[in-house]
């Protein structure tokens, strides 16, 4: 449609779940609409999900190389593509569009091991195009609430931090079941090494950075694979030392039997708390030394400037996860909007990027070291 910008996704075909959630998030605000896509590794698979997305037959490629290549030689070219596949094609795929002058938005984690993070860090630098990473707890208000009033420095001094991601999909060895979801993530040559800890950590540790403004500097962690064969972490434990000398814990898991998606941060200063969880997210909860507790409620006229402009419905009419993941589109789509008028790469610092990318690696590729040496190691 006119004016849209038009996306072309990579994987998300049949049986995946993150490739309709993209769709979705992107089309909720009407800046953008899919138009194109290579949605599976056949080509009869990728023309059936392209009948299923509506989208034009001659757009449904068997391959990213054709998509990219196809769509450069039409006038009504893709403006950027998403990332919708297993992590080990993350970087092949960032790095043929960057490369041919297509920006990305991709889904998280940026790569499959923090030497490819790496590689990319240097694609982007080199191909100055917009890059966005979808850690998609990052586009909710509360989250964004939660990270203005410790930027604000109300709680004065932050001492503590804690971040939790628990799930119980795959308390039982389901991989070898056919179950495609999770066939991907327990194969460390898709996967990459880390399982849990890639799948989700990544995701407790961007919040809990994101929202303290803090950085971890060294991690003491055990892993483990609870489940007998899986070749992959399941399980993590970890203690933190932050960069002004807090300290704090991350756990995440995908054997808490009865959790379904339980992710969960709070962080502590000298003057007060905050407490918010994935599970009630339009809620944030504000504890005080000397005072009352106070409940935050989205879309609310108190709010900061941040929290009040990811709201879309007036206060008492909830938002969730679609909403939360099109926030970050609608951000990408007017920094690409910008960038198409001829500024130089006007991400927002609010939408995660490719430093985002390279931290969520680094800290893979760290715990996986601190496991091996059952000891502290620098970040």
């Not at 991989?175 to 993530?185: F, M, N, S, V, Y």
């Not at 709010?303 to 951000?331: M, Q």
Request: proline share 5%; charged share 20%.
């Amino acid at each position: 449609m006119a004016g849209k910008l038009r996306m072309g996704m990579v994987g998300g075909g049949p049986g995946a779940f993150i490739g309709p959630v993209h769709r979705m998030a992107a089309e909720l605000d009407g800046k953008i609409e899919l138009v194109a896509g290579a949605f599976s590794q056949t080509a009869e698979r990728s023309r059936a999900a392209g009948e299923s997305f509506a989208i034009d037959p001659a757009r449904a490629y068997a391959s990213y190389q054709q998509m990219i290549e196809g769509e450069r030689k039409r006038p009504d070219c893709i403006d950027f593509v998403v990332i919708a596949t297993p992590n080990h094609l993350h970087l092949p795929v960032a790095a043929a569009a960057l490369e041919a002058g297509i920006p990305v938005m991709s889904d998280k984690p940026a790569t499959a091991t923090y030497d490819e993070a790496l590689e990319l860090e240097a694609v982007v630098a080199n191909a100055r195009l917009p890059y966005g990473l979808t850690h998609t707890y990052a586009g909710y208000a509360m989250v964004r609430e939660a990270r203005a009033i410790c930027a604000a420095g109300k709680f004065g001094a932050i001492r503590k931090v804690a971040t939790e991601y628990f799930q119980g999909w795959m308390s039982k060895p389901i991989e070898t079941t056919g179950h495609k979801q999770a066939a991907w993530r327990a194969d460390p040559a898709q996967n990459g090494m880390g399982g849990s800890i890639g799948d989700i950590g990544t995701h407790a540790f961007h919040l809990l950075e994101y929202v303290s403004g803090l950085k971890v500097t060294s991690i003491n962690a055990m892993l483990r694979s609870v489940v007998p064969g899986r070749r992959l972490d399941d399980d993590c434990n970890a203690f933190l030392r932050m960069s002004n000398g807090a300290t704090g814990t991350l756990a995440c898991s995908q054997v808490a039997a009865g959790e379904q998606n339980e992710m969960r941060l709070r962080i502590y200063g000298e003057n007060g708390s905050l407490e918010w969880r994935q599970t009630d997210p339009n809620r944030l909860i504000v504890k005080w030394l000397d005072g009352p507790e106070e409940i935050h409620h989205a879309a609310a006229g108190y709010l900061s400037s941040d929290a009040r402009a990811v709201a879309r419905v007036p206060a008492g009419h909830p938002e969730g996860y679609i909403e939360a993941f099109a926030v970050l589109y609608r951000e990408f789509a007017d920094a690409l909007t910008a960038w198409k008028q001829g500024k130089d790469n006007p991400l927002p610092l609010t939408l995660p990027g490719i430093e985002a990318g390279v931290r969520g690696m680094r800290f893979i590729e760290r715990t996986i070291e601190s496991n091996r040496k059952q000891a502290w190691v620098e970040f």
